[in-house]
């Protein structure tokens, strides 16, 4: 029996480390008035409202047939009942119903707002040479709201905050935060008493990080929201997409539907299916090397039934297996991992750690490597160590996503 760690090995192309690259990215958002999408490089999952859940179909079927709208992008452009707004730097072009274009400017920026580039890297910045834009924008029935980044030109510094404008009263307003300080506005939306803005910062060489906040305009208060507490796993917000008072989000590892006045329903790809009746395999991983080893077939999947994933090495997605499963280890192993190899997640971290198995088939005892398997003892025998588990190995090429919604 053998248990090793494939974080040495150079042939692994794809590991079941913490990147978990089963749960899938859906950044592209679109939507008409009757469904939302959520669109990755080769996955698209769409909402029929009627339904209330998430269908994942191949991305090109939609497209070929020209039935996937295009992604609704953030822009600087917004309109009211009777106003359209381009923002344009300082410039905010209001035009009205009669097609004239009246030209704000908006107001030189405020030691508040310039007191948060300090947290961003600046030393005591000039704000005559201080650069500030609008963008992107939302408008509501009487007022429009944007994102804004104040940039120090010398220090390359640079804070975001949250402005709007009315137009019935020709003021401007704004507010900053130091906590924003580094970041830049993605995406601006509003709904009910709130107005939301997503903010993004990119590291050099670091992780990205984003922050979604909500501003009281009643109060002045801008409180962050924390997606994880809410039910939406990720560690960066991708994009978000207003339809109508519900706000599509995609992050880096879920997607959520959140209307007004309730918590968000989020999904991700923890399992996967077949459209028709596939074989589950035993395999091992010599090496680890995926392309190493045997594959022996070993039972099918019925179509449509989705199965938890739990390890994906190169073209193989590790899955459970509808049936259980007997198989033995070595005992001496045995005595010394058991209480790791007992628990359904072995928290190897980027290290997976592999079991090696061996499974009676018409009386030949066949080998298989499992990761992230929960083992339960059944009996002792000549052949070692009875166990009892539900774990197959999948060819990725006969899967499918499917989105689970989370509790």
Request: with cysteine; glycine share 8%.
């Amino acid at each position: 029996m053998t248990r090793f760690s494939l974080l040495s090995l150079l042939l692994l192309p794809l590991c079941a480390g913490a990147a978990q690259p089963w749960l899938l990215a859906f950044p592209d958002i679109a939507c008409d008035s009757t469904h939302a999408y959520f669109s990755g490089p080769e996955w698209t999952a769409f909402y029929p409202a009627q339904i209330g859940n998430l269908v994942t179909v191949p991305r090109e079927s939609l497209t070929v047939r020209h039935l996937l709208p295009d992604a609704v992008l953030p822009s600087g452009i917004a309109y009211t009942r009777e106003h359209s707004f381009i923002c344009d730097g300082t410039t905010l072009v209001c035009r009205g119903p009669d097609g004239r274009d009246t030209v704000r400017t908006l107001p030189p920026p405020t030691s508040d707002a310039v007191a948060c580039l300090a947290g961003a890297g600046a030393q005591n910045p000039n704000p005559a040479m201080l650069e500030e834009s609008m963008g992107p924008a939302f408008a509501t029935d009487s007022v429009v709201w944007f994102g804004l980044t104040l940039r120090d030109p010398e220090s390359l510094a640079h804070a975001a905050g949250i402005g709007w404008f009315d137009p019935y009263t020709n003021y401007f307003g704004r507010v900053y935060s130091p906590s924003l300080s580094g970041y830049q506005p993605q995406w601006v939306g509003a709904r009910d008493d709130s107005v939301y803005a997503l903010f993004n910062r990119k590291p050099k060489g670091k992780p990205a990080k984003s922050r979604l906040v909500a501003f009281d305009p009643l109060t002045s208060y801008l409180a962050e929201i924390d997606l994880a507490r809410e039910g939406v796993p990720g560690d960066v917000v991708l994009s978000i997409v207003q339809w109508n008072d519900t706000l599509l989000i995609a992050t880096d590892r879920a997607v959520a539907i959140w209307p007004p006045r309730r918590r968000p329903v989020a999904w991700q790809s923890i399992a996967w299916a077949s459209n028709r009746t596939v074989r589950l395999y035993l395999k091992t991983f010599p090496g680890g090397d995926p392309a190493a080893g045997k594959a022996i077939e070993y039972m099918p999947l019925r179509s449509n039934t989705p199965t938890d994933v739990k390890a994906m090495i190169g073209d193989w997605m590790q899955v459970v297996a509808p049936l259980g499963i007997e198989g033995y280890v070595d005992p001496e192993e045995w005595e010394t991992h058991n209480v790791l190899w007992s628990q359904r997640n072995w928290s190897c971290g980027d290290s997976l750690c592999f079991v090696r198995l061996r499974v009676k088939m018409k009386g030949v005892m066949v080998e298989t490597d499992f990761t992230n398997t929960a083992l339960t003892y059944l009996d002792r025998d000549r052949d070692g160590v009875k166990v009892g588990f539900k774990a197959a190995w999948a060819r990725l090429e006969t899967m499918a996503p499917v989105m689970i919604p989370l509790p």
